[in-house]
């Protein structure tokens, strides 16, 4: 292994710049004669709009226009889409309601954009839009999931009934019955998944440049996926051709999945740009943030497990309520059904699972996938289960899940995913290991002299990432491929850029992916450059979400570099006068077999450019590579989360005192960028257990909507983690990555609420267990005895 | 923000003269609690009259027996003054538990004190030591000041100048931090100087901070946490929100005034 090559733990590239505060994020270009866009945002959760009065606000000094919905529907500017179709149990399509860019004749939810004011500074457009006046004519909102489909529920969009966008299932619903029918024990519980906002560190932006000159149209984004955006802003919403209009994702601050999406501010900003002529930028402050972005999870579930008399799993079968907020969002179909159902086997072989999902409207943000999308829901269910069901049999909880680990590969589970490889009694006998579990009871015998009381909680989770093929994506109901492209641009020089449809916003692909060129061709690592996030340079790419740049996006390098070394050896055997077939290629050198003639990377990539030792007819100059990636299935990292904590009798508050994550995440690149989504993810997860959770009021105004009231894991609420590995290669790709950056997030909160019902000795309790939460809990359960 | 007028006046007589004249004018001190609410539209003062120039106004000094602190004295100033951590490290402890760096950094003792934000902490102080608010026309007890959520005895132009504390021999903070926002969700201050005995509440009570009289009483035999063994408060009139109940903070009170009587014996 070299200094910069796989495996090595290369400090990354990427943060010089942004710690030394010289990143470029959409806030940071500017454009001449740009202006602001600000936007009049319903205070209403559900209204109608009586009329929209802008007289007054184009008045107002610095305003250069004030738009509206009804001026967008004249110029025909279409809707946001849903991109993923799904179909009930009936056979009928969703049921996907009009989302346009701005609202016309009614509000779904606060902060529904129903105005833009475009002016030349931001405090005129706010002044400004302090004018416009909106007549609601204001209804009865709807915001629990588990309400909404009752007879007599407000009713948000108008034809769509009972507020429900698909009953979907999956699984043989006989087979299961039966099995319950049969078990031994059966373990029941309800669970709520709570509804998170994803806080990007950078908030959304957008600036859009209309080009009169050529009519083209550029629009800067925080986007982790700029190619899908251009093609959803051409060619659903029809603001241009896709030839005419340039999206670029410049540095971007984290994403969790929110920056997927298409969204309506970016689609105004477009459309006002042409309309003014002038450059239009938008960036949400964070008030604005907390209501517009996609939050994630909001599912309502009732999950049962049935077990024979040796703690075997016979079957599992759940029914889930999923909020998709106001208006579908670009992927949110997908999030409840195929990234989540299809995960119900977890780790385990069980012969029969089925599960029903109901989709439903209400009055709330948008919510659509984030980090982890419908496994960690998945996991929620499958660890929780698990868990409760060997405490009430009285088996150990690691010994119940061994009994049931998948042990042969591939293997298929009775819901559509077929694992390929894994290792799972490996990376829970590691954690169990490394978490000194063993040690366990002496240590809550210590705890409770403290006047604490101290839990431990499993979570062995699977997750599928990477995910792929598009062929078998697309019969699940994907509107795209989800390939991954990658263009290799030798330079005359011998220096390389890499061209990756892949989109990094935190994820250190700068330095990864350079890794991977500098070790496949034996050049320097500084020798390599990573282009991505613009679709002017990037011809075509899918973007960065489900754990996928490194099993897909790095397998497309993969090939373009196998094409590089194929286009090379031809240059190379006219340079060395030999047979293409004796050019032997190592560590960056080309020799002919046999002999000491050789000539170097870079002599071999200026004769491939000079093109003086051939002639056109016998090799085309250059030497530039491009390929489209596929796999052939999904990857499946999993691995075994342990958390230890203690519980403060007096307060409930919860101390996490130790974390062991032990990992299969396949092939490693850089360990250290590895390491650091695993703790990024843990810490998410750790949120989403113990503080983070997105409340409605019954009017549905968001109640939690600043960080004074909406509660996010700070650094000292952790401690340092113990990070293991193992690894089985993926088979599905050239490399054997399966992906890392969700598993924390995945794993983490069922391990938490594992181990604080581990502590208090109850069943359950909701997420988020927050102080207040445990200590309330507490007074319920049996006189909780400390020693 | 709106816009306003930006004075920044270097005496105290100057500063009162230009809030006369700005009827709808603010004093700004730190501007970590002013700012915010600017920012977001929901104040929208005509004029803001800086302090940070005027002279006498910060510095942590001991005088007699009572520590004087200067309004514009920032909180880590106010933490980490080795005059304040020789006499009454209890008091020292108050504003090192605020917020982050950056804000102990800008906010002031005057500020925070003046704002009377429900859940901020320097109020248990006051109230918890029997300090004395120093303003340009008066003196005025702790246990007259603080007179409801966000609102003081302060009358319209009123500056507070400095703050005088008493010496404690035994004093201790202890806060429960809301989980968000890092203010005290509840934090309760103790304190004995001689025969005076004094628990002090923030964040938990509808109506900003308060004594609670029936622990001072129990204390009395003997300042020990031991004396309050057993004894709660109603949860009646406590605050109610997403992040707590009034059971939950009546609840706190208790064994968060236990845990500060052990500090403060310690
Ligand atoms: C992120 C964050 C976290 C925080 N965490 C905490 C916390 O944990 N605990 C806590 O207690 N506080 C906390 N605060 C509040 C912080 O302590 C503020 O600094 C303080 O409440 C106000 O002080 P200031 O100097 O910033 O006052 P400013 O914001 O400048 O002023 C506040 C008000 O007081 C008035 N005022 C200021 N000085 C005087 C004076 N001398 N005489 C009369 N009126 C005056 C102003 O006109 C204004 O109305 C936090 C604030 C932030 C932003």
């Keep these: ?7 090595a733990s290369v400090r990354r590239k990427e943060d010089f710049r942004f710690i030394t505060g010289q990143g470029q994020y959409t806030d940071d270009v500017t454009r001449p004669g740009e202006t602001r866009a600000v936007f009049v945002r319903s205070p209403h959760a559900h209204a109608k709009i009586r009329s929209i009065d802008v007289s007054a606000a184009k008045k107002m000094p610095g305003v250069i226009d004030v738009l509206t919905g009804a001026q967008l529907a004249t110029d025909k500017i279409g809707n946001l889409i849903c991109g993923w179709m799904i179909h009930s149990k009936d056979g009928s399509p969703m049921k996907m309601a009009a989302h346009p860019a701005l609202a016309s004749g009614k509000v779904n939810c606060v902060g529904d954009a129903v105005a833009v004011v475009i002016a030349e500074t931001i405090a005129q457009g706010k002044d400004a839009a302090e004018k416009v006046k909106v007549d609601y004519e204001v209804l009865p909102a709807v915001v629990d999931p588990a309400k909404a489909q009752a007879k007599g529920a407000p009713q948000i ?31 029941r519980l309800d669970i709520v998944n709570n509804r998170l906002v994803p806080n990007a560190m950078e908030p959304r932006a957008a600036l859009a440049d209309y080009d009169a000159g050529t009519d083209n149209l550029t629009l800067w984004n925080t986007s982790q996926n700029p190619h899908v955006a251009r093609l959803v802003i051409s060619a659903f919403i029809g603001m241009a051709p896709e030839h005419k209009l340039r999206v670029i994702a410049p540095d971007v601050g984290g994403g969790f999945g929110s920056k997927i999406f298409i969204y309506p501010e970016e689609v105004v900003c477009l459309w006002a740009s042409r309309k003014v002529k002038r450059p239009v930028k938008w960036t949400s402050d964070r008030s604005e943030a907390f209501l517009t972005d996609a939050h994630g999870r909001d599912h309502v579930t ?7 008399a040796n703690g075997k799993i016979l079957a599992l079968r759940a029914k889930t309520i999923a909020n998709l907020g106001a208006y579908m969002s670009t992927f949110s179909s997908s999030v409840p059904t195929y990234l989540y159902a299809t995960l119900l086997s977890g780790q385990y072989n069980i012969p029969s699972i089925y599960c029903e999902v109901d989709a439903v409207y209400t009055n709330t943000a948008p919510v659509d996938a984030y980090r982890g999308a419908g496994r960690p829901e998945a996991t929620f269910v499958v660890e929780r289960l698990v868990e409760v069901a060997a405490r009430q049999m009285g088996i150990d909880p690691a010994d119940l899940r061994r009994r049931n680990f998948i042990t042969a590969f591939p293997h298929q589970t009775p819901v559509i995913m077929a694992y390929d490889a894994g290792d799972y009694n490996a990376s829970l006998k590691k954690a169990l290991e490394i978490a000194d579990v063993k040690g366990f009871a002496k240590r809550k015998r210590e705890a409770a002299r403290h006047g604490k009381l101290r839990g431990l909680g499993y979570s062995t989770y699977i997750e599928a990432c990477g995910i792929a093929p598009s062929q078998a994506v697309g019969s699940l109901g994907a509107g795209v491929g989800l390939w991954e492209s990658a263009e290799v641009r030798v330079n005359p020089t011998g220096s390389v850029e890499v061209l990756t449809g892949s989109h990094a916003h935190g994820q250190g692909h700068e330095t990864t992916f350079a890794q991977l060129v500098s070790e496949r061709l034996g050049i ?32 497309a390098i993969v090939k373009a570099l196998d094409k590089i070394e194929i286009k090379a050896k031809k240059v190379a055997a006219f340079m060395l006068e030999a047979a293409e077939g004796d050019i032997e290629f190592k560590d960056g050198k080309f020799t002919v077999a046999g002999t000491d003639k050789s000539a170097a990377f870079g002599d071999v990539a200026l004769n491939a450019y000079i093109a003086h030792k051939f002639t056109g007819a016998e090799l085309e100059p250059g030497l530039k590579e491009t390929s489209f990636y596929d796999p052939t299935n999904f990857t499946f990292p999993a691995g075994c989360h342990i958390c230890e904590l203690d519980v403060d009798i007096e307060t409930g508050k919860v101390d996490i005192v130790n974390w062991t994550a032990v990992d299969d995440f396949g092939t490693i690149i850089n360990p250290m960028i590895v390491e650091g989504q695993v703790h990024g993810g843990i810490a998410q997860g750790v949120g989403q257990a113990l503080m983070e959770g997105a409340v409605y009021d019954k009017n549905g105004q968001l109640v939690t909507g600043s960080m004074m009231d909406y509660t996010m894991p700070r650094a000292h609420d952790l401690p340092s983690f113990h990070v293991g590995l193992t690894e089985t290669k993926a088979p599905s790709n050239p490399l054997g990555m399966k992906g890392c950056g969700e598993a924390g997030a995945i794993a983490s909160p069922a391990a ?36 | ?103 102990r950094n800008r906010g002031t003792i005057g500020g925070s004190i003046a704002n009377n934000d429900p859940n901020a902490d320097y109020p248990a102080a006051c109230l918890g030591l029997g300090a004395t608010i120093i303003t340009n026309k008066r003196r005025i007890a702790a246990d007259d000041f603080f007179t409801g959520m966000f609102s003081t005895a302060l009358e319209e132009g009123e500056i507070i100048v400095k703050i005088s504390f008493p010496v404690a021999k035994k004093c201790a903070y202890e806060k429960f931090k809301h989980p968000a926002s890092g203010f005290a969700l509840v934090g309760v201050f103790v304190s004995k100087r001689g025969p005076d005995i004094r628990v002090a509440v923030t964040g938990a009570g509808s109506n900003g901070v308060f004594r609670v009289k029936s622990f001072e009483e129990a204390l009395k035999k003997r300042f020990s946490p031991k004396s309050i063994e057993g004894m709660s408060i109603p949860a009646t009139g406590m605050n109610a ?26």
Aim: charged share 15%; no cysteine; glycine share 8%.
């Design chain 1, 1 to 7: 292994m070299s200094a910069t090559g796989i495996g």
């Design chain 1, 157 to 187: 969009h108008p034809d769509i009934v009972n507020n429900t966008i698909y009953q979907w299932h999956l699984g043989e619903k006989k087979d299961v019955d039966a099995a319950f029918a049969a078990a031994k024990h059966v373990t």
């Design chain 1, 302 to 308: 009732h999950a049962e497990m049935a077990l024979d």
């Design chain 1, 524 to 555: 320097p690592f500084e020798n390599v450059s990573i282009v991505h996030g613009d679709t002017d340079k990037v011809q075509f790419g899918m973007g960065t979400y489900g754990s996928r740049s490194g099993a897909v996006g790095m397998s």
């Design chain 1, 752 to 787: 938490v609420i594992n181990a604080i019902t581990d502590a208090i000795g109850t069943e359950n309790i909701a997420m988020p267990a927050t102080a207040s939460a445990v200590w309330t809990a507490l007074q319920k359960s049996q006189a909780p005895k400390a020693a």
């Design chain 2, 1 to 103: 923000m709106y816009n306003f007028t930006f004075h920044r006046p270097t005496t105290v007589r100057q500063a009162a003269g230009l809030l006369a004249r700005n009827p709808d004018g603010k004093l700004l001190a730190g501007g970590h609690s002013l700012l915010p609410v600017m920012k977001q539209r929901l104040a929208q003062p005509s004029a803001l009259v800086d302090l940070s120039l005027v002279e006498g106004m910060t510095g942590v000094e001991l005088k007699g027996r009572s520590v004087v602190i200067g309004a514009m004295t920032r909180h880590a100033d106010v933490a980490n003054s080795q005059v304040l951590k020789d006499v009454m490290p209890g008091l020292a402890a108050v504003p090192g538990s605020i917020g982050d760096p950056q804000v």
């Design chain 2, 241 to 266: 929100d997403i992040h707590a109940s009034p059971e939950y903070r009546a609840h706190l009170v208790a064994v968060l005034a236990r845990r500060a009587l052990a500090k403060a014996n310690a």
